[in-house]
T-cell receptor, first 115, second 111 residues
Framework: AQSVTQLDSQVPVFEEAPVELRCNYSSSVSVYLFWYVQYPNQGLQLLLK??????LVKGINGFEAEFNKSQTSFHLRKPSVHISDTAEYFCAVRTYGGSQGNLIFGKGTKLSVKP | EAQVTQNPRYLITVTGKKLTVTCSQNMNHEYMSWYRQDPGLGLRQIYY???????DKGDVPEGYKVSRKEKRNFPLILESPSPNQTSLYFCASSPQGYEQYFGPGTRLTVT
């Protein structure tokens, strides 16, 4: 069975600093990978996804992530964060050929951007 | 506007009183799912549906039921709610089982 580990539960950072939110997954087969963002008191929205092709994926709001198959990682990065990026971020995985409705989420990383 | 709607948004109920949380999407998506979100546990999938009349268990299905009689609707039923089902619930839909589109959430409290 697959699993997702988000290595940091909370990440505080100052405005305009770079940030990396780490995600590792475990799966015996190939996977599709996603990052979602949840702003306070809201539902989740898709930031970016890796389905195939280039391992560097660009998403909304200046975020990007790199799929590293050998390290089974999909870390999320942004070169310069804003106060408005304060939110909780979730990494998620679905396996190739697995049940198409079955998406596994990590426990989330709370990003707190301070002025 | 393309969206997933859930009702009610907030619900306080008592142990054992049957309840239904409705979910509807207007994007003609085949896949729909229910998740619960608890602090420190992230999102856990309760049930999902690949099409009308096709459903399957997620990671935490105990105490929940679902049905998919129409493509747009996917209600979540708690036949006999218990306090450990107090949580924030999200419905989501997906066109091909990849990225999911989430509803605004339903905050349920069972006393």
């Amino acid at each position: 069975a697959q699993s997702v580990t988000q290595l940091d539960s909370q990440v505080p950072v100052f405005e305009e600093a770079p940030v990396e939110l780490r995600c590792n997954y475990s799966s015996s087969v190939s996977v599709y990978l996603f990052w979602y963002v949840q702003y306070p008191n809201q539902g989740l929205q898709l930031l970016l996804k890796y389905l195939s092709g280039s391992t560097l994926v660009k998403g909304i709001n200046g975020f990007e992530a790199e799929f590293n198959k050998s390290q089974t990682s999909f870390h999320l990065r942004k070169p310069s964060v804003h106060i408005s990026d304060t939110a909780e971020y979730f990494c998620a995985v679905r396996t190739y050929g697995g049940s198409q409705g079955n998406l596994i989420f990590g426990k989330g990383t709370k990003l707190s951007v301070k002025p | 506007e393309a969206q997933v709607t859930q009702n009610p948004r907030y619900l306080i109920t008592v142990t054992g009183k049957k309840l239904t949380v409705t979910c509807s999407q207007n994007m003609n998506h085949e896949y729909m799912s229910w998740y619960r979100q608890d602090p420190g546990l992230g999102l856990r999938q309760i049930y999902y549906s690949m099409n009308v009349e096709v459903t399957d268990k997620g990671d935490v299905p105990e105490g929940y039921k679902v049905s998919r009689k129409e493509k747009r609707n996917f209600p979540l039923i708690l036949e006999s709610p218990s306090p450990n089902q107090t949580s924030l619930y999200f419905c989501a839909s997906s066109p091909q089982g990849y990225e999911q589109y989430f509803g605004p959430g339903t905050r349920l409290t069972v006393t």
